[in-house]
């Protein structure tokens, strides 16, 4: 029944987005070969050849997976607090992790930063941002008095509180132990590991199965609290569970390039003006389509025009900050 009563208050006008999808998927495509072939050394075939492009194989591997946990846990997100306007970071996610980077030098000098360099060290930071997430969800949210913005506001307060004791440690530290934490705090899509990134997609790979299984009850949960328990919905618990599934995303992400605040708010809003569709399995694959299309545009022209990429991740929250701001003060004048 709720298929049905979604399909029939969200119409689509399906060859426009057809052909949307289809030209977002082709400057995908475009995009990717011209990051991995354009300018290769060698000649196309040779050994030197097919190894430039094996290099350039992980960042373009870690652009789609950091496209695809950055948009689809953004758009989980807005509809678990049915608010458009909020963002993952609001729980203090990146604060969490940049609190971790910081007490690492701080405590242990900047060579513990690449001595702890590894998957154990990547897992560590995962479980504790996911588990972070779910005490604070359980806590708030999953008691007989839980409440969704109460448990908002309390995230708010932790991710500033997070920032303070980072900010207080990072005076502290010496101009070269700063310097070093300041580039591993920045998102850099160009130094990702090679190593990081199976265990990254397997993570990410068990995560979006469980979305896209569950992609009908997204539906009934973006209608609202009321109208999704009246449908027979446990409000409650899904949007517990989507909670988490966006903290596992986020950390996946987070621990291969370091924050990202506005990205997936920037993707997830012109997937929602370009689907034409409020249904997920509509929205969330466009989402992911512009996520990669946009990191790999950038990437490209960033790396053979400007020769700039790590600039990349610098540019891109810019631009999405500046977005976020317009969209929110025209949400305000209406």
């Known amino acids: 029944m709720s298929d049905t009563l979604i399909r029939s208050a969200t119409p689509v006008r399906r060859p426009r987005v057809a052909w949307r999808f289809v030209v977002v998927a082709a400057i995908v495509v475009v995009a990717a070969v011209g990051v991995l072939t354009w300018d290769v050394p060698g000649a196309p075939g040779s050994r030197g050849f097919w190894i430039a492009v094996s290099l350039r194989a992980v960042s373009l591997g870690t652009i789609a997976l950091v496209a695809c946990c950055q948009a689809s846990a953004t758009v989980l997100f807005h509809t678990g607090t049915a608010n458009r306007i909020l963002t993952p970071s609001i729980m203090g996610f ?117 979305v896209w299984r569950m992609r009908h009850r997204l539906d009934v949960l973006a209608l609202g609290r009321e109208a999704s328990i009246n449908l027979g919905v446990s409000y409650r618990r899904e949007v517990t569970v989507i909670l988490v599934l966006v903290a596992v995303l986020i950390s996946v992400s987070t621990t291969l390039v370091g924050p990202m605040t506005f990205f997936g708010f920037l993707v997830a809003t012109l997937a929602y003006q370009l689907a034409g569709s409020a249904q997920h399995r509509i929205v969330l694959p466009f989402a992911v389509l512009l996520g990669m299309a946009i990191l790999l545009v950038g990437y490209f022209v960033l790396r053979h025009v400007f020769y700039a990429a790590g600039m990349l991740s610098v540019i891109i929250e810019f631009v999405g900050g500046v977005f976020f701001l317009v969209f929110l003060l025209r949400k305000g004048a209406l």
């Open 94 to 210: 990146d604060a969490l992790y940049v609190v971790m980077q910081t007490a690492l030098v701080f405590f242990f000098g900047s060579a513990a930063l690449s001595a702890t360099d590894g998957l154990l060290k990547v897992a560590i930071q995962s479980v504790l941002m996911v588990g972070f997430a779910t005490l604070l969800y359980g806590w708030l949210f999953a008691g007989p008095r839980g409440n969704l913005h109460v448990m908002l506001l309390v995230g708010v307060v932790l991710g500033v509180g997070f920032g303070s004791l980072s900010t207080v440690m990072q005076r502290l530290l010496t101009p070269s132990d700063f310097d070093i934490l300041s580039a591993r705090l920045f998102g850099n899509l160009s130094n990702s590991d090679a190593g990081y990134l199976p265990w990254g997609a397997l993570v990410a790979t068990a995560v979006l199965v469980v």
